[in-house]
Structure formats: structure tokens, C-alpha cells
């Protein structure tokens, strides 16, 4: 697995190739396809990264905040080839966690209540998940996912 800088084009590369339970989960935020939630976490990200397999793009992923703010919203949305590397997953979803950390040093965001492989993935990782809690237009399950440096 290698990483580089992202781009529109692996926005476009992306958004038709998605995990089922990541499409599921960007249009229960009320994105109407995965194209505009790629797009959009692209666009208001303060930095964001490509993660290749192979040479081909499998995901991406990123952080961004407000101006000033001391936390970030980080997010990461992937296809199905990340389910045939878990062992690369883990290794590199924690360091790359620890480089965002040092841009922000508490990430957080809302991830599926239905999505329990990313929450499971996410705990391995380092992430303190919520309860359930309504969230996004449609007032689905959420659970509140949060890191703090250090910790």
C-alpha cells in the first residue's frame, strides 16, 4: 500500500467503485451520490491523500476544519480491494491517524451505526466511538467517532 497527495481525478476514479456501506453511509448524510460526498470532503479538506494498492487507487481520505479550529473533521472512504488487505488496513490506518494528528491534535466525525466493520476497524485504530445518536438529514443512527493526541 502507498500513498500520495489526492486528486479530482481519483475523485472521479472513486465514486462509481465505492464500498456498498460507504455509499450507504455518504447518502444517509444526504449526499445525493458519492461523486458530490467525494467531492465535497476533497474540496474542504486541509489535507488530503490517496491510498493505492497495487499502483490503483482504493481509497481516500483526509482532514479539514474551520479556520482557527483546533479539531478536524477527519473522514475516509474506500472500495472493496481494502477487504482483502486488513493486515495493511490496521498498520497503515494508525500511523496515517498519527500524521493527522499532528495537523489536529482531536480528530472527530460521524460514522454509520449499520457500518460495525468500519467501527471495529476504527476502535483498532485508536477511535473512541459513541452510542447511536440521530444524525444528518434523514435523522439515521450515527455514532460519534473522536482521537485525541496522546491519548
Known sequence: M?????????????????????RDEVLALGFRSPLLALESSFASSDAAFTGLIDGVPAMM?????????????????????????????????????????????????????????????LKRIGFTLSDPLPHGPHGEEFVKISIRKGV
Open 2 to 22: 502507498t500513498f500520495r497527495p489526492a486528486t479530482m481525478e481519483d475523485v472521479f476514479f472513486l465514486a462509481d467503485r465505492l464500498r456498498r456501506a460507504d
Open 61 to 121: 481520505f483526509g482532514v479539514g476544519a474551520p479556520l482557527f479550529a483546533e479539531s478536524g473533521t477527519v473522514w475516509a472512504l474506500g472500495t472493496d480491494v481494502l477487504t482483502a488487505h486488513p493486515r495493511e488496513m490496521l498498520v497503515y490506518g494508525r500511523r496515517k491517524i498519527r500524521e493527522l494528528l499532528e495537523l489536529f491534535p482531536f480528530l472527530e466525525n460521524w460514522c454509520d451505526a449499520r457500518y460495525t466493520a468500519a467501527h471495529r476497524w
